[in-house]
């Protein structure tokens, strides 16, 4: 019989296991998973880069591809991250092979946590191949590595987390692509992934400062560039407060078991 | 000890239907035990609270001693669980699926490939371990889940419904298998519709019907106060009326075909004698039903009957 494995050391292997479930669902789909997002970063480069970039000329003092690159690598991240616990969560739910965690001794917020860093695992992945895609067009000079990695696994983390709420809520496939076509998909548009909000209107410029995705990708951009849109300091508060206020309500979601516990 | 213990266990799901009506029941460790009971009747919704899919209305719920209320977790480790309807990832391959599913149960990564190469062999899966699930035909998908059931090595394994829409022949050796999981020491439990199934390997079983239990006992108990077998006589040749047959009761559904009902105590010899003498001939017989069948039916009628009697909806 079983030599009592400890509590830390079942929810330490039984995570594992999600993570390394997550990772060969990303390796198997790749044709979904990776390529997609690599070739979309090419048509960008090559279109708002090469094409239109030599004419818009510079923005913020930066040449416009080494403007945007930042730009596209964490709109990127932020759709793959969101997409891929969407997806497989509901994917979990819907061909009810979420059942071979609900009865095992893994608690709810480790299968949260699970999820969360396949999320995390994709979008990082998805996010290095359309920075290797992005330095065959430009030069991206390295300012503050740590802005860099921390800007990149919060947005990781809060995108995940998005995915797995909008996943346990969702009862059809329509419902895990309406939020991100008609509330994420703008949001990141409107969030200087492409310009930057200096270039805009003042009111315009108000209302950017209420969408999360503009302080992301300000502080990622401010890891290349060493300048920044939005106060610093207000990005990492919002990056945390909305990943940790997402996680609980993620975990109580699992609690009250609402969709995938009768 | 008990491995499982329900009380008063009620549950009313969402749409209103009140699938358990106060469920009772103890399972000692080490028993092999079935849980019977018409399309319905409530085996599902009580196999899904003790696994914690479904919650329940109110109750109390034990595995070996855990209450799952307070130790969920530490209860939830003593189960494997078989569940009616196919519930693993299509797109995976066998071998992952159990793989995977011993490390949600916190078995180390080398130790969990031994046991899927012990197990898949023993069903007779391991040539299949890296097709993908969803090419599996029907009964391998049904051994493929009591292997990864059984990947944490639980102490208490439920199956419901296991040998579902399986051959024969396949179920036999599963029977073998579940026979030999119990000698060592693994307590199960098994709901099925094929009666045959529960009289032969199980020792005792209850009988729920309308979420309610109507019946628990031994199975060899339980088989005893079968008053009546109904016997199939196959004549050679035909005939318009049944034979008279004093002290029993006899019914011709066919011209080739005579049944008689036989009390117990009564002898078939009885039976040959007048037949011989009334000059009819008899090719074959056999009993009309599985025993259990028939005592399985009688209960669930006697319950639907005193269930209106008493004006309530069983
Ligand atoms: N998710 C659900 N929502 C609402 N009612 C349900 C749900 N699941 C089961 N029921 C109802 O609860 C009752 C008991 O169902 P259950 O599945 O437990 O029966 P069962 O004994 O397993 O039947 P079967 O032999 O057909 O598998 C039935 O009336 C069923 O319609
Ligand atoms: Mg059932």
């Known amino acids: 019989m079983n030599a009592p494995a400890s509590r830390g050391r079942t929810d330490w292997i039984g995570f594992k296991t999600i993570i390394i479930r997550e990772f060969s669902r990303i390796v198997r789909i790749w044709g979904q998973t990776i390529l997609p997002p690599a070739v979309t970063a090419t048509l960008y480069f090559i279109i708002f880069g090469s094409l239109i970039g030599k004419r818009v000329g510079q923005v913020g003092g930066y040449d416009y591809l080494q403007f945007i690159a930042p730009g596209l690598i964490m709109m990127t991240v932020i759709t793959n991250s969101y997409a891929n616990v969407v997806s497989s969560f509901f994917g979990a739910k819907f061909g009810k092979h979420l059942e071979e965690l609900l009865v095992s001794p893994l608690p709810n917020w480790l299968i949260v946590s699970g999820y969360t860093a396949g999320g995390m695992l994709r979008g990082v992945l998805v996010g290095a191949v359309v920075t290797v895609v992005a330095l065959c067009f430009t030069r991206l000079a390295v300012q503050h590595v740590f802005a860099i990695i921390s800007a990149v696994l919060l947005t990781s983390l809060v995108f995940s987390l998005g995915g797995f709420i909008n996943a346990m809520f969702a009862k059809n496939f329509d419902q895990i692509s309406w939020f991100p076509t008609f509330v994420l998909t703008p949001l990141t548009y409107l969030g200087g992934v492409f310009y930057s909000v200096r270039m805009l209107p003042d009111w315009a410029q108000m209302a950017s400062h209420a969408n999360p995705i503009l302080y992301m990708v300000s502080a990622f951009r401010f890891g290349f560039l060493g300048t920044s849109d939005v106060n610093l300091g207000l990005a990492y508060l919002i990056m945390v407060a909305a990943a940790v206020l997402m996680f609980s309500l993620a975990v109580t979601l699992m609690h009250r078991g609402a969709g995938i516990r009768e | ?314």
């Open chain 2, 1 to 314: 000890m008990q491995a499982l213990v329900l009380r008063q266990l009620m549950k009313k799901y969402k749409n209103g239907v009140q699938a358990l009506k106060g469920i009772d029941l103890a399972v000692d460790e080490g028993d092999f035990f079935a849980l019977l009971g018409p399309n319905g009747a409530g085996k599902t919704t009580v196999i899904g609270i003790v696994t914690s899919l479904v919650n329940k209305t109110s109750g109390v719920v034990e595995v070996f001693g855990h209450d799952i209320d307070r130790e969920l977790e530490v209860a939830k480790s003593c189960i494997g669980i078989v569940p009616q309807e196919i519930n693993f990832n299509q797109f995976e391959s066998v071998f992952t699926i159990v793989v995977n599913q011993a490390g949600f149960y916190g078995v180390d990564r080398p130790i969990a490939k031994q046991r899927a190469e012990k197990y898949l062999k023993q069903l007779q899966l391991w040539e299949r371990r890296d097709s993908i699930a969803r090419s599996l035909s029907g009964g391998m998908k049904r051994r493929l889940m009591i292997a990864r059931a059984l990947m944490h090595e639980p102490q208490l394994l439920i199956l419901d419904e296991p040998t579902a829409g399986v051959d024969i022949e396949v179920r036999r050796t599963m029977w073998e298998f579940l026979r030999n999981i119990n000698d060592q020491g693994t307590t199960i439990i098994l709901t099925t519709h094929y009666l045959e199934e529960a009289e032969n390997l199980c020792r005792n079983v209850a009988i729920i019907d309308h979420g309610r239990i109507i019946e628990r006992d031994s199975m060899a108990n339980v088989l005893r106060k079968l008053q009546k077998e109904i016997f199939v006589f196959n004549l050679r040749d035909a005939r318009t009326t049944p034979p008279q047959l004093p002290g029993f009761r006899c019914t011709l559904p066919e011209a080739h075909t005579l049944e008689v009902e036989v009390s117990r105590g009564q002898n078939l010899n009885e039976i040959f004698g007048r037949l011989s003498a009334e000059g009819i001939e008899v090719d074959s017989m056999r009993n009309k039903v599985n025993r259990l069948e028939e005592m399985f039916i009688r209960l669930v009628d006697t319950e639907a009957k005193s269930a209106a009697a008493a004006g309530r909806t069983p």
